[in-house]
C-alpha cells in the first residue's frame, strides 16, 4: 500500500512538472484582452496535483521507514503481470486492425479471439458471441441511428 | 480446433453477407448530418437551429444533430468547421459576425475563403438589453447612469464588444466586461442584475414579452419590425451598426452533391411553415431568403465595410 | 401544465424508452461485473438519436434497473453486480441457500421498489424549491459552490483525499482542452484540430468507466473462476408474506431516510448509503445477531437505502446543476448533447420537460416492479452468464460507441489511453469519480470564475455584499482541513495495525 502511495505520487509529481514547466506554458495560448490568462485554471490545476502528490510521496516514504520496506523489494510475478498486460496489448492490436477494417467487418474474428484467449472451447458459445454483438451493432448503426456501417 | 475454424468460418460469411448493404460513395448524404450552433443551448440561434434541423431532416430523410459549441462568439465553432475534412455533412446556422469582423481585431485560425455561405435565412437582430428592475432603460439613460457609476457590461461577440468599448471611451464610462457563452449565459446574469446592461444577440424575444428584459437600443441599421418604439443605436448618434444574417455555412469544397442538397433542404426549410412560425413568432427574426451568390458577396461586403470603419 | 407534462411520459414511445431503459439495466445489473456506470458510459451514444425526453428517461430508467438488477446476484450468487449491493449479499445469499431464494429476490425488489419511488417524490419536492434559490445565484456563487463540490468529492468518493485532488486537478486540466471561450484562440490542443471540441466525453467515459473495467475484470478470471448460483425452484412456502412485509417496512422507510440523504450529499454514492443503512438496521434491530444468517431486514435495509440514493443523487444536479456522482456527470453530458443545460434554469425556462422527466421516473419505478416481479426466473438465469464472455463482447461496445459518434480511430486510441489511466487510477485507488466529475464540470467553472473576476474588478471586499459565496468558502476550507486531517489520521490507524 504504502509502496503504491509512493510511486503513484511521483508518477502525479512528475505529470504536474510537467504540465507546470513545458505542457501549459507551450500549448495553453495568450488572451490579448488578457481579464483572466488562459493558463490560470490549468496551472491552478497542476499546482493542485503537485502539492497533492508531494504530500502521498511523503506519507508513502514515511510509511514504508515505519514498516521498515524498501522501495522495490517486492517481487513481482511476470506470469501475473503478463495476464494483466495481454488484453490492453489485445486491444491495442485491434484498434490497428480497425484503422483499416471496419468494425462490423473485423469485430467477429476480434470477439472470437479473444474468447478463445480467455479459455472459452465451446463452439456454439463462440460462435454466438461473435456474431450476435455484430449483427446488433449493424442494426444499431446502419438502420437505427442511419450513420452507416461503422 | 476444427471447431474453433468453422466458427471462424461462419462468421466470415455472416460479415460477407452484411457488407454487401454498404453505401456508394458519390451518394450524399450517405450518413446523419451534423449541424453546428456557435452557442450554448437555449439561445435564439439554438432554438432556430434546432427547428430547421427538424425541417431539414424532414426533407433530406437523414436524421440532422444539433452539437452546440460555445465561445468567442462563434469563433470556437467556425475554427472546428474550418479545420473539418469532410464530405459536406456537417454545416454551421449562425451569424457571420466572427468573419466579418472578428478577424481584423485578432488572430484566429479561419478566414473568409475558408467557408461558402449556402443561404441566408433569418436577419440578424442584434440588441443592446438590460433588467427591467435597473434604475435605467433607455440607452441614453444607461450612459447618463454609466458616468456617475462603475459599469458592468455581458459580451457575446468581438463585435459588439467592440462597439460598446468604442461608446464607452467616448462616453467616459468606466466598463468591465464579462464574456457568456450565449443568450442562455447571458440571460441569467442580466435578469439577476449581475450586469447592468448587455448585448443580445435574440434571446431577449423570450424575455421581453415578460417584461423582465427591456431593450435598449438595436444594434442593426434598421428598427426591428417586432419592436417599432425602440431606436437603432445610429438613430442614437453612434455611428456603429450591424448588418448579419443567419447563413448555412459549409467549409469551402464540398461536394457539389452536398452543395445541392443542402441548398435545397435550406430553400424548402425558408419555405416552411414551421420554421417561419418558430423564427418569427418566437424568437422574432424576420426569415428571408437570400441564396448563395447573394450571401458570398453581402459577407465579402460588409468585411470591407467593417474594415473601412476600424481604419479610420 | 403538469397533467400535460404527465401526459407526454406516458406516450408510447417514452414508455418504450423508460421500460427498455429499466429492462436493459436490469440485465447490466445482474451480470456480476458490470456496474452502472459500464451501463450509462456505453449507453449514451444509444440516446444520441432519442429525443430529450425518451433519452433523460431511459437513462434514468437504466442506472434505476441496474441497481435492482445487481441485488438479483448479490442474492443468487454472493457476487454483488454492483459494489453498492455487497451489503445485500450479507443476508440475501444466506436467505437463498436455505432454500428461499425467492424470499430473497422479493424482498430485494420491494424495498428497492419502495426505496425508489419515495425517494424520487422527496426529490421532486425539495429540488424544486431548492432550484427557486439557485436561480439567485450569481458567479461568485456558482465558482463556490463548484469548488466546494470538487473539494467534499476528493475527499469522499475514495477515502484519500490528497490522491482524490491529484485527480481532480488532472481532471481540469483536462477539461481546459479545447478552444478558449474568450478568444476562440486553441488552448492546449498540441495542434491536434480533433481535441478543439475538447476531450471527447464518450472517450473519457467509456475508457475510464467501462473499457478500463474490463481489463481489471479479465484480470481478476485469473484468480476467479466462476461461482455457481443458486437454482430457483417452485417451493409454495418461497414467496414474500405479509408478515415479512410487515416486518421489512420500518427498515425499508429508515434505508430511504438514509440512502435520501447520503445520496443528496455529493461524493457519497449508494455504496456507503447501502452500508450504513445496513449498519443502523442491525443496531436497532431486537435480534441483531440473526443478521448476516438470512435477516430479511437485512436485504430491506441495503436495497432500500441503495434504490433511494439514485433519485436523491439528482437534487444537486436539478437544483444547482452540479453532478454528485459518476452516474449524475454522465447524465449532465447527456442532457448537453440534447441542448438541455442541467440545472436550476431548467426550471424556469422548461418546467414541462422538468415535470416530464419526474413522471418518467415514476413510471420507471413502476416498470421496476413488474419487470422484476415477473421476470425474477429469467434474471435468474442471466446470473450464470460467465464473465470471460461478458469481456470481449463490452469491449466490442466500447469500440462500437467511439466509432457510432465518429471519432475513427483517434477516438479509439484516446479511449485506450483513458482505459489505461483509468485502470490505473482504480489499482492505485486515485477517485476516478472526482477526475470525471472535474473533468465535466471545468467549464463551467471556468466561466464562473473568470465572470467573477472580471466582475469584481479583483477586488476582494464585493464578497462582503454575497454572504452566500463567502459562506460556500469557508465550507471549501473547512470541508479541506477536515478531510485532509481525516486521511491523515486514518493512516496513522493502518500503519499500527500489525501487518499492512
Partial sequence: MQRQSFWSGLIVIAFALLALNWLIPEYAGVNPQAQMPPELVPNLAAWLMLISGIIIVLRGIVGMVRAGQLPLTREINPRAVAWAAWPFAYVGVAIIVLDSFKLTHAGGPLILGMLLLLGERRWYVLLGCSVVPVILLYGLSVHLMRVGVI | MTKTALALGTSVLALGALAGGMAQADEWPTGPLTMVIGFNPGGST??????????????????????????????????????????????????????????????????????????????????????????????????????????????????????????????????????????????????????????????????????????????????????????????????????????????????????????????????????????????????????????????????????????? | MIGASIQEALTLNALIGIGGGVFMGYVIGVIPGLSRSVAIAIAIPLTFYMSPLIAISFLIGLSKGTAAGSAVSAILLNAPGEASSAATALDGYPLAKSGKPKTALQVGLVASVAGDIMATIILIFVAIPFARVALMFGPYEMAAILAFALVFIAGLSGGNIFKGLAAGGLGIILGTIGLDPQTGLPRLTFGYTQLMDGMPLIAVAIGTLALSEMFIQSEKLRYERETMAVKLEHRADDHITVPIMRRIMPTILRGTGIGTFVGALPGLGPSVGSWMSYGVAQKVSRTPEKFGKGEPQGIAASESADNAVIPAALIPLFGLGIPGNVSAALLVGAFAIHGITVGPLLLRDEPELLY?????????????????????????????????????????????????????????????????????????????????????????????????????????????????????????????????????QGSRQIETAPGE
Wanted: glycine share 8%.
Fill in chain 3, 356 to 488: 416530464s422527466i419526474f413522471a418518467g421516473m415514476i413510471v420507471a419505478s413502476i416498470f421496476m416492479l413488474i419487470l422484476g416481479w415477473f421476470g425474477l426466473m429469467i434474471f435468474a438465469q442471466i446470473t450464470r452468464v460467465p464473465p470471460h464472455v461478458v469481456i470481449p463482447i463490452v469491449i466490442f461496445f466500447c469500440l462500437g460507441g467511439i466509432l457510432l459518434q465518429g471519432y475513427g480511430t483517434f477516438g479509439l486510441v484516446i479511449l485506450m489511453g483513458f482505459a489505461l489511466l483509468g485502470y490505473l487510477m482504480k489499482k492505485y485507488d486515485y477517485s476516478f469519480v472526482t477526475f470525471l466529475v472535474a473533468f465535466i464540470i471545468t467549464p463551467m467553472l471556468e466561466l464562473n470564475l473568470r465572470q467573477s473576476i472580471i466582475l469584481s474588478r479583483g477586488e476582494w471586499s464585493i464578497l462582503l455584499d454575497r454572504p452566500i459565496a463567502v459562506f460556500f468558502i469557508l465550507c471549501t476550507l473547512a470541508a479541506l482541513v477536515i478531510l485532509a486531517q481525516r486521511t491523515l
Fill in chain 2, 46 to 312: 439554438d432554438i432556430q437551429g434546432r427547428v430547421l434541423a427538424d425541417v431539414m431532416e424532414d426533407h433530406l430523410g437523414v436524421p440532422v444533430n444539433v452539437t452546440n459549441q460555445p465561445g468567442a462568439g462563434s469563433a470556437v465553432a467556425f475554427t472546428s468547421l474550418a479545420n473539418l475534412d469532410d464530405d459536406g455533412h456537417t454545416f454551421l446556422y449562425g451569424g457571420l459576425t466572427a468573419l466579418t469582423f472578428t478577424p481584423i481585431i485578432q488572430d484566429v485560425e479561419y478566414e473568409i475563403d475558408d467557408f461558402e455561405y449556402l443561404a441566408g435565412l433569418a436577419l440578424g437582430q442584434n440588441a443592446i438589453v438590460t433588467s427591467a428592475e435597473q434604475p435605467f432603460e433607455t440607452f441614453d439613460e444607461i450612459i447618463e447612469y454609466g458616468q456617475d457609476n462603475p459599469m458592468t457590461y455581458a459580451q457575446q461577440t468581438a463585435l459588439d464588444q467592440a462597439i460598446i468599448e468604442a461608446v464607452a471611451e467616448e462616453e467616459g464610462l468606466d466598463l468591465s466586461i464579462v464574456p457568456t457563452g450565449g443568450g442562455a449565459g447571458m440571460a441569467p446574469l442580466v435578469l439577476g442584475q449581475e450586469v447592468d446592461f448587455a448585448y443580445s444577440g435574440g434571446t431577449h424575444a423570450q424575455y421581453t414579452p415578460t417584461g423582465e428584459m427591456v431593450i435598449a437600443a438595436f444594434l442593426s441599421a434598421e428598427r426591428s419590425p417586432f419592436y417599432p418604439d425602440t431606436p437603432t443605436l445610429m438613430e442614437l448618434g453612434y455611428e456603429y451598426s450591424i448588418e448579419d444574417y443567419r447563413t448555412i455555412v459549409v467549409p469551402a469544397g464540398i461536394p457539389d452533391a452536398a452543395r445541392e442538397g443542402l441548398i435545397a433542404a435550406a430553400e424548402a426549410a425558408s419555405e416552411s411553415e414551421r420554421f417561419i412560425e418558430t423564427t418569427e413568432e418566437n424568437t422574432f427574426f424576420p426569415v428571408v431568403y437570400m441564396d448563395q451568390e447573394e450571401m458570398e458577396d453581402t459577407v465579402r461586403r460588409v468585411r470591407a465595410a467593417t474594415e473601412d470603419v476600424m481604419g479610420d
